[in-house]
DNA sequence: TGAATATCTATGCATCTGCATGGAGTTCTT
DNA sequence: AAGAACTCCATGCAGATGCATAGATATTCA
């Protein structure tokens, strides 16, 4: 028995039980990511192409200057874990989609560079990748909509949550 | 890797570019439930609790008649891989949470049964996961806000509603 | 300066996931 | 009713992930 959904009075509870608007908001927001994504890897991969995390890393180092960005601010750019894109970009590097080249002035990083077979698969992929996205969310929000989702998802990403109270 | 053939290099395809806004929201969509989930996954296990995807099913048997479901619905409900829950359920009985017994009528299927500790391991996850959810969403929106939020979530996802989670 | 500390990336190992497949049981077809 | 086709769950194997830690610099500070 029993929902909450009571408003939000600040006083310190023991325990502060979510509305039941933030609990939709969650279970959806983890819901929608979900599926859309796993509906877009899996078309991607029927087509033949590579895991979406691939793309995160070839459009990040696309859009840097002259195709180059080091792992650390890959990892921060696209959510990896350090471990983990390191072996990604071994994979990556197997395939000729980057290459690894010393940084400059400091010998413990180094630079990761976009060829221009990666650059070529970003652009193949993005034929793919954009209209599946439309499908996804384009089709299912008027263009005012998807401005006013888009803001409120916003203010739920970014600012570190810090608690520090 | 092998790609399929028909690729689109060069020449103009009826390609549909997403909107600015579009783009956005799928970033954003996907930006933000990483984050939340993870950083709601690293203080649950923190804490010394298994991952939320145990939650999951914990409270989806809870909430069925008995403490009672098949695999299958629980796929469902969660969005879980058939295999995949196949071994999360091993772990969980094999940790005393849940039980399998035989599904009267048809005995492909099977009957999963929330256990007593299983049920306590659920409200005292509740007791972390809850206050999480509201510092990563229910801080950062107004209840007005929260409920826009949820309506407009609610058009990307699949148009069944979800009793998990 | 030299040692402690911090930063950046790689890797061994255990676990988890994805995929293909298998076995058991059920429903459909003829 | 026999066999095909389908459904449900399990599992072997390869590959990916998480975790702890190593290795190689860089930086800080006593």
Redesign the pocket.
Known sequence: MAQKGQGSQGRDAPFQEPSDAVTDTWVRLIRAGREIAGGIE?EL?EAGFP?L?WYDVLLHLKKQDEGRS??????EAAL????????????MEAEGLVR?IP?P????????EITGEGRALQKRMWGFYGPAINRSIGDRLSEKEAVQLAALLLKLVGQKNDPCS
């Open positions: 899996a991969k895991p995390a080091s792992p650390k601010a890959i990892e990896f874990e350090q471990y983990n894109l390191s072996r990604l970009l071994d994979r690894r940084y002035g400091d010998k413990r990083r180094q630079l990761i």
